[in-house]
Structures are given as C-alpha cells and as structure tokens.
C-alpha cells in the first residue's frame, strides 16, 4: 500500500509553505498526504500579512477524522499557532498513539514576522519536543528554544545538546542561515554524535517554503520505511535539488520547484 504521513501545519494561500508544500513534497516523494490545519495564515512568498490559529478543538477534530481514515507512518508539524493548539497536539500523539512526530519549530516566518506567541514557545519546549524523533530549528529557531547565543557552529553544537536534553530523540539544526561560504552545513545530534551534512550552497537567496519542504521530506522518507539519520541526509539532497529549481511565482521570493515527481533521492 501507498505509505501515509499525516502534516499538523499552517495553511499558506501562497502555496510556498505550510500544509500546501508538506502536502506538494510528500507527493514527490511518494507518499500520500493527509493534513490537519493549525492555523490561517495570509501570507505570499514576501510577507505574512495576519495569523489566526484554528481552535484547538478544531485541531484535534481533524487529526481525529484523518487517523480514522488512515493510520500514517509518520507525522510532522509546523506552524501550530497557539499554546492550545500545541496540548491538542500533544495529546492526540499520546492519546492516539501516532508516530514520534518530527517537530519543525516554526517560530518566525522569513520576513521575521512571529508565527507563535510567545508564551506558548516554552509549552512547545515542554509538551511537544519530548514526544518528537527529530526536531528541525533554523539558527534563529535553535537559538530561541536553547537560549543558546552565537550562530557559529560550535553554538550550534551547544544548541542542538539543549534540545536533545528535553527529550527529543535528534535534533537537526538547518544551515541555510548561519553556514557562510559556499557550503550549507545541517548539523544532525541525536544524543550521542553529531554528523555534518554538507550541501554546496544554491547562488541566490533561498526561496520561501525550504524548511517546510525539509521537514516534509524527512517525515516522507520515515514513512517510506528510511532510518533517521539517511532520511536527513535525503532530505537535504531533496530541497538542494529542488531549490536549484526553484521559480518567482510574482514578486516576492523564490518558490521551491518541485512541479514534477522527484523520483528517487539518491
């Protein structure tokens, strides 16, 4: 049978980021996507413009009726938008018994607009990265959650030790914004090692929607059955491949360009 992942995210009328581009990478790799969305967010590919999180109630609805439909293999979470939304969450993982999650800790969008408040980042910290088999921070994310200062790579590396201290099992600290040069550096610790996974950096800007993408594709990769840490590597092959690809859809920035089927991740 088809593998299923199931996406908790934001919904991005864009389609750059959110629910539509989780939805959009599990496709290339694969696997069919169900979803439950979190929050509304108006937003393109330059700006979000306003956030209004999904009741709670609402959230766990919909996980309740996809679990029902189908059981996933895997499970990924995104932007969640309250601190309501993060316990409806948490519990339906427990309650339900559905995969370790992977915990993309979406705290600000590109632009820097905050995408949690901030008082429920301390209840993410504490109720959804315990449960998590791989959280997947930015710099800015890891810093925030760590309370880490630096963007070097030996920050990085005190960052990802705090995170894995709360309980995830991994921790992936995503590169594009604090690797300099011409290499991206996604630093994986799951506890006992740390790899580094060097990528050759796309010229340009990056595009809206890679760490959704990134994120995606791990959870697509586990649910094709791929151990954690070649999932990571795959993935970032994945969104390297596809950020070579990527279009300007308007004005803004640059969308991942994964129209056609990705195929195999070698």
């Known amino acids: 049978m088809v593998p299923v992942a199931l996406t908790i995210a934001g919904s991005d009328p864009s389609g750059g980021a959110g629910v539509q581009a989780d939805l ?14 979190s929050a509304l967010i108006a937003e393109n590919s330059r ?6 999180p999904v009741g709670a109630a609402m959230v766990r609805a919909q996980i309740d009726a996809a679990v029902a439909e189908r059981r996933p293999r895997a499970l990924k979470t995104g932007v969640l938008g309250s601190a309501q939304a993060i316990e409806a969450v948490a519990r339906a993982v427990r309650v339900l018994r ?4 992977v915990v993309d800790p979406v705290l600000f969008a590109s632009g820097g607009a905050a995408l ?15 449960l998590a088999a791989l959280v997947t921070p930015n710099a800015d994310e890891a810093r925030t ?6 963007s070097s790579l030996q920050a990085m590396r005190r960052a990802a030790r705090e995170i894995v201290r709360m309980g995830a099992r991994a921790v992936v600290v995503k590169g594009g914004h604090f690797a300099a040069g011409r290499e991206v550096v996604d630093l994986f610790y799951d506890g006992s090692d740390f790899v580094e996974f060097r990528h050759a950096r796309v010229p340009g800007h990056g595009a809206h929607g890679t760490g959704c993408a990134f994120s995606a ?5 586990l649910a094709r059955g791929v151990e954690l840490r070649p ?5 970032g092959r994945f969104v390297q491949k596809w950020l070579a690809r990527s279009f300007r859809p308007g004005n803004g920035r ?3 360009g994964h129209l056609a089927p990705a195929g195999r991740v070698r």
């Not at 999932?231 to 993935?235: D, E, G, H, S, Y």
């Open 24 to 37: 959009r990478t599990f496709a290339a790799l694969g696997v069919y996507g169900l979803c439950a969305v």
């Open 254 to 256: 640059p969308l991942m």
């Open 217 to 221: 594709a791990v959870a697509a990769l």
């Open 98 to 101: 559905l995969p370790a999650p």
């Open 145 to 150: 959650l760590s309370a880490v200062e630096g």
């Open 116 to 130: 949690l408040p901030g008082d429920a980042v301390a209840l993410l910290a504490r109720r959804l990265i315990p």
């Open 231 to 235: 999932a990571v590597a795959k993935a």
């Open 47 to 52: 700006e979000v413009r306003l956030v209004e």
